[in-house]
Every structure is written in C-alpha cells, then in structure tokens.
C-alpha cells in the first residue's frame, strides 16, 4: 500500500523527468499528463479516486478513475512502460531497491 503522497510524486517526477509543479499544475503536455495519470493511478489503486483527483488539483472523481484506466491499458501494451509504473510503485512502498543501493555489497 502506498502511504506516502509525496514520495509518489518525487518518485513518478525522477521517472519522467518532470517537475512536480508541471505534474500538479494545469499543463496538457504530454510527458507531465502521463506522469500525472500515473500518480493518480497508483494512488487510486489504494485511496478513494476523489482523494486521487483531489492529491493531482483535479476536481472530479472522474478523472482519476480514467487516469488508472489509461495506465492499466498503456501497461498491457507497452511491456517498458509497465516496468516503469511497477518500479515507481514499488519505490513508493518500499524505497529504493537495495540492489541498486551503491551502499549493498551483494
């Protein structure tokens, strides 16, 4: 379960590579919208989509429920994309793989 709202975020801005005011502001662009769905997404899958569309400055449920839509479908479609929203959501629940910690000698 993800339980850290802003860890989401950091975690989703360093996938994409936006910010954090273009993932919650107005923009239509493309990049900041995907990472933006994917938030929301994640965040439904464990919170109410109210809660989802409210945490994005959105105002209708709606949204959110069609944001975790799109990400389920883009996963079953695009095998990377899948693997980015995986690792983001593991991220989310359990902080950085200790396999990719510098600090572990495996």
Do not use: Y
Request: with cysteine; charged share 25%.
């Amino acid at each position: 379960m993800i339980t850290d709202f802003d860890l989401l975020l950091a975690e989703t801005e360093a996938a994409f590579q936006v910010g954090r005011e273009e993932i919650l502001g107005p923009t239509r662009k493309k990049t900041p919208a995907l990472a933006r769905h994917v938030v929301m997404a994640l965040w439904a899958d464990d919170h109410a989509f109210q809660d989802a569309a409210n945490r994005c400055n959105r105002g209708c449920h709606s949204t959110a429920m069609w944001a975790r839509e799109r990400v389920l479908n883009l996963s079953a479609l695009d095998e990377s994309f899948g693997e980015i929203v995986s690792e983001i959501r593991w991220k989310s629940q359990h902080g950085n793989r200790p396999w990719n910690d510098e600090s572990v000698k495996i």
